[in-house]
């Protein structure tokens, strides 16, 4: 149970415990023409996949069910909330908010 955020963490965890490299995102998910509400802040997961001719990013949304992308959904995000190994040993990471300045 949980938020966006407990979903795209979770979301994030699994991917990095299978070696996809993940990152949470912070942002707005909106339709095509509205302008962006408080409301409509959320948290997303994405995984960098490497297939033949290149990899990318893609959009991985566990609580709206959306994997990647939507014609008629934006995702716009706002702020990347990064990984960065804390104990090199075991290889523990741990989430940390990048400072917007």
């Not at 990013?57 to 909330?81: E, L, M, S």
């Amino acid at each position: 149970r949980g938020d966006c955020t407990e979903y795209a963490d979770l979301c994030a965890a699994l991917a990095r415990a299978a070696g996809v490299p993940a990152r949470v995102l912070g942002g707005y998910v909106v339709q095509a023409d509205a302008s962006p509400r408080p409301s409509d802040y959320h948290n997303w997961c994405e995984m960098y996949l490497d297939f033949p001719g290149g990899g990318r990013w893609w959009i991985i949304d566990a609580q709206k069910q959306q994997f990647g992308f939507d014609d008629d959904v934006n995702y716009v995000g706002f702020h990347i909330i990064s990984w960065q190994i804390r104990n090199a040993k075991n290889k523990i990471h741990q989430p940390k908010l990048r400072n917007p300045t």
